[in-house]
């Protein structure tokens, strides 16, 4: 992505690119909002970066950014040109940092050491976590789905605890405004009773939680999306109490589902979300992606994505297809139900 992110150091000033008397169009003040990702992607032009931003616009008040941990610095350079620009067009930020992959760290290269117990890894990732939070973002995840790491490797997860606490404590004293925790996979964190890793984790500013929830149609659980039941998201107010956030919410268009699938459960998300109150719902996918490939996994990998009974050339093109808009950038049918998100409540 790094050829669209050129314009960003452009975008400041972007309310001038409007026409003689007229502005750009405000911001909707809505908890839905979406991760950044322009159409066209590794091969987004300027024009598409900044089209991106506009449609963001359109759609509410909130972005988010995830930083690949293993793309280094240019990762990181492309996280701060859209955090600049999403200040300057008042957009509210989440910026989510992804350390690891199916159950094992994943680390910029030229690093010595493979675990976060390694004295290098520890200092590289402070030291990444420093810079990212002189950004000031509104939200802040220093990991994403941690608790696939805790479910198929509960060593490292303890080595990343401890520094996931030193983090914290970092962020805070740069960014104090900023709220800061991780994100969880709420299927997981429910199907296997992963609920004594949340005190664990703690300091946390809010309950960080990713859903990609067309598997229970998928698999039979219910036959449609307006079968689910309002409780599957309610129940989260059985276990916590703090504020929720949505990292990473989505329904495919590929795979096992259908563009009416994904267009159902957008237009049901707001009664789905009645009760749970999220502060924040970031869709997961703004366009979608060619980005998934099953040639870039190890054995290791597939051997444990087939041992949870997931074919990956499935489950990546459903990954490659969450977005509202296409590749190409028309919109899906789901993305016009997505602007018509409830407003915040004064």
């Not at 909002?33 to 509410?60: M, W």
């Not at 159950?103 to 910029?108: D, E, K, N, S």
């Not at 960014?175 to 997981?188: A, I, N, R």
């Amino acid at each position: 992505m790094a050829k669209m992110f050129r314009s960003l150091v452009c975008i400041v000033g972007l309310a001038s690119m409007a026409a003689p008397g007229q502005e750009l169009p405000p911001l909707r003040n809505t908890v839905f909002g979406i991760n950044y990702v322009p159409a066209h992607v590794p091969e987004s032009t300027d024009a598409d970066a900044v089209q991106a931003l506009l449609e963001c616009r359109a759609l509410g008040g909130h972005l988010s950014y995830i930083w690949e941990w293993p793309s280094g610095d240019k990762g990181l350079n492309d996280g701060a040109k859209l955090a600049a620009a999403a200040k300057e067009l008042g957009f509210e930020l989440t910026l989510q940092m992804s350390p690891t992959a199916i159950g094992a760290p994943v680390l910029p290269s030229g690093l010595q050491g493979t675990s976060f117990r390694d004295p290098d890894v520890r200092s590289r990732y402070l030291d990444d976590i420093g810079k990212m939070a002189r950004l000031e973002a509104d939200y802040f995840i220093l990991a994403a789905e941690i608790n696939l790491l805790y479910e198929v490797n509960p060593r490292e997860f303890d080595s990343f605890v401890t520094l996931y606490r030193e983090a914290y404590k970092l962020v805070k004293g740069i960014s104090p405004k900023t709220k800061v925790g991780v994100s969880l996979h709420m299927d997981m964190l429910f199907s296997f009773s992963q609920f004594s890793i949340l005190p664990r984790l703690e300091p946390q500013d809010f309950i960080g939680l990713t859903s990609y929830p067309h598997w229970l149609v998928a698999d039979g659980v219910y036959k449609s999306v307006e079968d689910i039941p309002l409780w599957y998201y309610k129940r989260l107010r059985l276990l916590i109490a703090k504020p929720i956030i949505f990292t990473e919410i989505a329904w495919p268009t590929g795979g096992r589902s259908s563009i009416e699938q994904q267009t159902a459960f957008v237009k049901r998300l707001p009664e789905l979300m009645r009760g749970v109150n999220p502060e924040v719902i970031t869709w997961a996918l703004q366009h979608d992606v060619k980005h998934f490939q099953t040639r870039w996994l190890t054995e290791q990998q597939i051997a444990i994505l087939l041992g949870y009974k997931v074919d990956p050339e499935v489950l990546f093109d459903e990954l490659n297809t969450m977005g509202l808009l296409s590749w190409d950038g028309p919109p899906k049918p789901a993305w016009l139900e997505a602007l018509n998100y409830p407003l915040r409540s004064k």
